[in-house]
């Protein structure tokens, strides 16, 4: 069985959440979707150039703490402002260099990519002690590699919704019924593609998201509402990305979602801050 830990949340508050922000720029369109256009590339630009100084904006007026999980690639592309946030008190997170699918790598050619990220991320004087994978994917080498580079946390898997817990080693063998192993040291600080703008809002070929902010922030609501009323030392991941979550439509709402959860006992906070209290 999995391993669960809670949260220790600060008096008088019921959730911990992080809203998190993937600065991907350019690195998706070149890696995950594989289709760098000056078109698709000029969407990660917006991220950059409009979304993270709207996003910096919005958490410094509510003096909130959160965590942007940068590829190298970014912060090679964008190091005064990757500073920018650094300067702004916000966590960095490993994640990737060029956005590349570790689960389509070898172990030799997924540590080459992440040491690359870390070297990236050790250019703006940047020690992370987490990782998130680029497109929530991960190979079975991946939490032996997070290990074995020190790092403390994940956050890229779905085994559960509210509670962090240590993610088990995974072979694939269909012969031998439960594929998972002993558990890992990491704490994974769990996510889902429910709270991922992303694929709720984005358009990409045939995969259209595109939907009103107001279905992506009625079932956001829902997710943190359940969880304070139901849940007991918890806490709740979105994943967001500044070309996404900037544009005017989404800022907004993204902006009452902060209102929501502030009112109602969230503590809206970065990841390693909400690791450093995980009691297992
Ligand atoms: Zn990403």
Not at 225 to 253: L, S
Not at 261 to 270: A, P
Request: glycine fraction near 8%; charge should be negative; hydrophobic fraction near 35%.
């Amino acid at each position: 069985m999995q391993k669960t830990g809670r949260v220790k949340l600060p008096e008088g508050k019921k959730v911990a959440v992080n809203i998190g922000f993937d600065f991907d720029a350019f690195s998706v369109w070149m890696e995950t979707f594989k289709q760098p256009s000056q078109a698709n590339m000029s969407r990660g630009e917006y991220g950059a150039e409009v979304g993270v100084p709207r996003v910096l904006k919005l958490l410094n007026k509510y003096g909130i703490e959160s965590s942007f999980c940068i590829p190298g690639h970014t912060a090679d592309s964008y190091p005064e402002l990757c500073k920018e946030i650094i300067n702004q008190g916000h966590e960095v997170v490993h994640h990737g260099y060029v956005h590349e699918d570790p689960s389509s790598m070898t172990m030799e050619e997924e540590e080459r990519a992440f040491i690359k990220g870390l070297e990236a991320l050790g250019r703006l004087d940047v020690r992370p002690i987490g990782y998130r994978s680029p497109g929530f994917d991960v190979s079975e080498n991946t939490l032996s590699l997070l290990e074995k580079h020190g790092m403390k946390y994940d956050s890229s898997l779905m085994g559960n919704d509210y509670y962090p817990y240590r993610p088990r080693f995974c072979n694939v063998n269909y012969d031998k019924g439960n594929v998972y192993g002993e558990a890992s040291s990491i704490v994974e600080m769990p996510v889902t593609w429910y709270l991922d703008d992303f694929p709720h809002s984005e358009f990409i070929g045939t995969r259209t998201g595109m939907k009103p902010q107001s279905q992506i922030y009625e079932i956001w609501k829902a997710y943190f509402d359940y969880a304070a009323e139901n849940i007991d030392g918890g806490m709740m991941v979105v994943t967001t990305h500044p070309q996404v979550i900037a544009r005017p439509h989404n800022i907004v709402m993204l902006e009452k979602f902060i209102r929501h959860i502030l009112d109602n006992g969230g503590w809206l906070t970065s990841l390693r801050k909400i690791y450093d209290t995980i009691i297992f």
